[in-house]
């Protein structure tokens, strides 16, 4: 008995303690018992019931934030605390060696004891959390696949609007007789204009209020009065002079027919013939019409515009018209234009002089340029080869219907109008698969805003701090009216045997032109068509059916395009409207 004590004891002191002090009882004692008893099982088994639906419990951590813990004082047969001997040791069953790799046995709760059992896989397996995540993840992939779908299809329709957008600038480009270029800077030209007051045009409108001010264009506007005020002043002393230059022509004209009496009188007394007809005959003109006007003496004329001399270099009005169109949205242009106008009738020469030029005064219910050109017009857009199953997943879509609504109306042939203020541009927004993740709600097809602390979509209104800003865009868009055929390709198609037409906007060969037929734009087959003949003057065998074969193909051809064409090309709004009737949007560079 000593020996198997030392056996176990592995160094001899507790067979020590047991055999000579008799202080502890010995283990070998404990086996003596062994059968006598059943082990008890600490807390009650059941039959493995099924677990709460993980759906509940998620819907109740979406509503209160967590789901409510409570300790679980039984043990289902299947799943919960390993299974027991008689003698009370664990089983070592297909469930005590688990699969998992990697698995910390703390994990298993076949090795778990009875407070690890009630306070932590006991609610786990009751609530179902395996499940739970296995669910969240799975939603968390089909989010992910779900948020880089919309990025690719929002990026892919983008660019097709884009592409389709260029073409329809490049077509418009090849008919219209003028275009608008993109703004360059005055420096860009000459380094003569690295000047403060050369580069007022390229100030956006809050920094223009600070230099513009009310005063300081009072006193620019009463500047170009008195200027013109001397001008009007030298321009009628020059009339007076000539005034009397040709007073003084008659004088020596009348002096010189006084001299011409005396001298006939004093002929007359001493006996002389007198030449009685001193009249002379006129002499024949053999001048075209333009050399009796080039023989007349040139009239000086006064400027069209008194504000392009160089008396009003460097004044507002004069020459930095496009900064108050900026200054002034809508009437600007029309400011520095009318007082110029103003200025160059107040030179006429005369007296009394004429009034000065008063300063125009802006309505008050003027409507805007962008609104005056949408007016009974349809926007030109281009079709992009996208279902509209995909189009209905997109998150935004840039195309002339968005850019006409945030855009600037063309006035000028062939100048841009100045571009709009930062917060009235279109934001470019993120949508990469991790934004979108953040703020689904932004997924809307249609989605845009101009102010990055709004978001319309969201129910506060207010944007996410988390979320990366949106950007100001480089470029600013510019809705331009489409015009008719230049007067240039109307004059030659009215000189040529082609009659032209204008039906719903678009000019288009009578049916009466005798090549109206075969000058139409999708025209295939030719109407002046050469038969074929043989060597003796006579039709060729089978030529008629070739023909009729080839017309009717080309034929099938026609109707085809025809189709295609009015799919493509809209209608236009009203038959009254001929030069606003299609409008076009294009992005122009702000300098």
């Not at 108050?324 to 234009?337: D, K």
Request: net charge positive; glycine share 4%; charged share 30%.
């Amino acid at each position: 008995m000593m020996r198997v004590l030392m056996e176990m004891d592995d160094g001899g002191r507790r067979a020590e303690v047991i055999g000579l002090e008799q202080t502890v009882e010995s283990p070998a004692k404990r086996l003596d018992d062994l059968g006598s008893k059943s082990f008890i099982e600490p807390l009650p088994r059941h039959a493995a019931e099924r677990a709460l639906n993980p759906e509940e419990s998620r819907e109740e951590r979406s509503h209160s934030g967590l789901v409510k813990f409570k300790k679980e004082h039984h043990v289902p047969d299947v799943g919960g605390l390993g299974w027991r001997t008689k003698t009370g040791h664990l089983l070592k069953n297909q469930s005590y060696y688990t699969q998992k790799s990697k698995e910390n046995l703390w994990d298993n709760p076949t090795h778990a004891g009875i407070n690890t059992w009630k306070d932590w896989h006991g609610p786990k397996i009751r609530t179902d959390a395996d499940m739970m995540e296995r669910l969240d993840r799975f939603d968390e992939d089909e989010a992910i696949w779900e948020a880089k779908k919309t990025f690719v299809n929002t990026t892919r329709v983008q660019t097709l609007d884009r592409f389709a957008n260029r073409k329809i600038h490049r077509q418009m480009q090849e008919t219209q007789p003028s275009w608008a270029p993109h703004l360059r800077a005055r420096r860009e030209v000459n380094s003569a204009f690295e000047t403060f007051d050369s580069c007022m045009g390229e100030k956006p409108e809050k920094e223009l209020k600070k230099v513009y001010t009310d005063s300081v264009l009072q006193r620019d506007r009463d500047a170009i009065r008195r200027i013109a005020k001397r001008m009007q002043n030298e321009e009628t002393w020059k009339m007076v002079f000539k005034q009397m230059e040709q007073e003084r022509r008659q004088d020596i004209r009348a002096d010189f027919q006084m001299r011409q009496a005396h001298t006939d009188r004093l002929m007359a007394m001493s006996g002389q013939p007198i030449l009685q007809d001193r009249s002379h005959p006129a002499l024949p003109n053999n001048c075209s019409t333009r050399s009796e006007e080039l023989s007349q003496p040139r009239q000086v004329q006064l400027p069209k515009d008194v504000t392009k001399l160089t008396d009003f270099r460097g004044l507002i009005h004069a020459d930095n018209e496009h900064a108050l169109e900026a200054l002034f949205p809508g009437f600007g242009h029309e400011l520095s234009v009318g007082f110029r106008e103003g200025a160059t009738k107040s030179i006429e020469p005369g007296f009394p002089p004429p009034p000065e030029a008063e300063t125009p005064r802006r309505p008050h219910q003027q409507k805007s340029r962008e609104a005056e050109i949408k007016r009974g017009a349809v926007v030109m857009k281009g079709s992009i080869p996208v279902s509209s199953q995909r189009l209905e997943k997109i998150a935004t879509r840039r195309n002339e219907d968005l850019l006409v609504k945030h855009s600037k109306a063309q006035f000028l042939q062939t100048r841009a109008p100045p571009p709009p203020s930062q917060r009235k541009s279109l934001l470019h927004e993120d949508f990469s698969p991790n934004t979108t993740l953040q703020d689904p709600l932004r997924v809307t097809g249609d989605f845009s805003r101009t102010e990055q602390s709004l978001h319309p979509a969201s129910p506060s209104r207010k944007a996410q701090e988390s979320l990366p800003p949106p950007l100001r865009s480089m470029v600013y868009p510019v809705v331009v009216a489409s015009h008719p055929p230049s007067p240039k390709a109307r004059s030659s198609q009215a000189g040529s045997p082609m009659a032209m037409r204008q039906v719903d906007g678009s000019w288009r060969l009578s049916s009466g032109s005798p090549n109206a037929t075969s000058m139409k734009r999708y025209a295939s087959e030719p109407s002046l068509s050469v038969t074929s003949m043989s060597s003796t003057g006579r039709p060729r065998r089978g030529a008629g059916r070739n023909a009729a074969a080839v017309a009717e193909v080309c034929n099938e051809m026609d109707n085809f395009e025809a189709k295609i064409s009015t799919d493509k090309v809209p209608a236009a709004a009203s038959p009254s409207t001929t030069q606003q009737e299609l409008l076009h949007s294009l992005m122009l560079r702000a300098p």
